[in-house]
């Protein structure tokens, strides 16, 4: 049963649109070119770096930081060269925003910049009351609790009336902990008629993100 809330928090990418668009495919292609350029690494090497400083520090970003002291602001140049019109309006998703009483929050590892960009492409711009992005995590980012504790002490969120939704089950452990609804819209084919399926007392799955939204404000 989804307790009654007041605080909407939202992942990006891969949550608020498919991956099937392929921007996130964009981004690891920049990504590797970034790190086969930093390293004189090739496609496989660059590859197998990314998945390594992902398994041990979160993020690239994060790792690199660690481990070669880079100016994450060279790092983040990579997004100005994504092509975003690869995303699409989602009415049925905006919709469904809209109707959510209370804040919606974005939280996002990636930064303001490409949230601004991505924002409007799918149509959910000026739905949102608050972006918190890598950078004001102070280049902490999910799964890491202290980014969590960041992002709760500005918007002072109270952790039992927030619905947190992501689309890695790794990023939902630490707001499941600190009392939150945790949603992993894992995407793929929807399994039967219902909006959710409960994996806990504080953890749903769903399959597409507007249709769960929209159920819980709709008469249907």
Known sequence: MLPAADTWILDLDNTLYPPATGLADQMNTRIRAYLGKLFDADEAEAQRLQAELVAEHGTTLRGL????????????????TIDYSVLRPDPALAAALSSLPGRKLLFTNG?????????????????????FDILAGQLVPKPYPESYQRFVDRFAVVPERAVFCDDLAVNLEVPEQLGMTAVWVSGGPVAGPAAYEELGLRRLRVWDLARFLHSLTSDD
């Open 65 to 80: 930081m660690n481990t070669r002291g880079i100016d994450p602001h060279d790092y983040l140049a990579w997004e100005h």
């Open 111 to 131: 930064s303001a910049y490409h949230a601004d960009q991505a924002l409007p492409r799918l149509g959910l711009d000026g739905l949102f009351d608050g972006v």
